[in-house]
């Protein structure tokens, strides 16, 4: 296990000094794996931040490996195989539509101990299902291509935060509940999400 030396209590004394994270926090969060799966911007930010946040094993698509600095010492990138074979205690789905999230999340349920997703302009936490999650919910409005990355970060950081707060067993968790971001109007909605299919409830 990574233990706390000089260098990395100047690193993360941020997130030492507080009293949901302090110095066992930080060890179980070089220790945890995680899993992101998926490509493009919300990706690449999710890994971004878990990178930064001393998570210490992530397993990426290539595509986004370029995003962690290379003299992180603490954060070990891995294929994506690795974490599919022996499993992770989070995986992050960004897809293009909330179809090929639910999709790949069910791929990924026996083998992470919590789901997160991003798609379509949603963000959210497995259970329900994204599809369950967004039919019970008003829809998300396009937004134009100089906004769209915008909003892919706003996402990304929200479910980065959760991923955190899920390792470390702390705040309330978004389980349950579906993310919207709109840039256009800077307005954020979080709304219950009541259906379940079997997927969500099997």
């Known amino acids: 296990m990574v233990r706390l030396d000089d260098e990395r209590i100047e690193r993360y004394s941020r997130q030492i000094i507080l009293q949901e994270v302090g110095a066992r926090g930080q060890e179980r969060l070089f220790a945890a794996r995680v899993a992101v799966v998926g ?7 999710v890994v971004a931040y878990l990178a930064a946040a001393g998570i210490g094993w992530i397993a990426v698509e ?7 600095d ?10 994506l195989g690795d974490a599919a074979s022996a499993g ?13 999230a639910a999709e790949a999340l069910a791929s990924w349920q026996p083998r992470a101990g919590s789901l997160f997703w991003i798609a379509g302009g949603w963000a959210g936490a497995w259970p329900p299902c994204p599809r369950c999650a967004v039919s019970t919910t008003a829809g998300s409005d396009e937004v134009g291509s100089l906004l769209a ?11 980065a935060t ?15 509940r579906v ?15 009541t259906a379940r299919c079997a997927r969500c409830t099997g």
């Open 162 to 176: 959760e991923v955190v707060k899920a390792l470390l067993a702390i705040g309330a968790p978004l389980a349950g």
């Open 39 to 45: 490509a493009g911007a919300a990706a690449e930010r």
């Open 149 to 159: 990355p915008l909003r892919e970060g706003v996402l990304a950081t929200v479910i």
């Open 179 to 193: 993310l919207a971001y709109d840039p256009a109007t800077a307005t954020v909605a979080a709304e219950t999400a």
């Open 62 to 68: 290539p595509a986004s490996r370029a995003v962690v």
């Open 88 to 100: 992770c205690d989070a995986a992050v789905v960004v897809a293009a539509t909330v179809a090929a």
């Open 70 to 79: 290379p003299d992180q010492r603490d954060v070990a990138l891995a294929p």
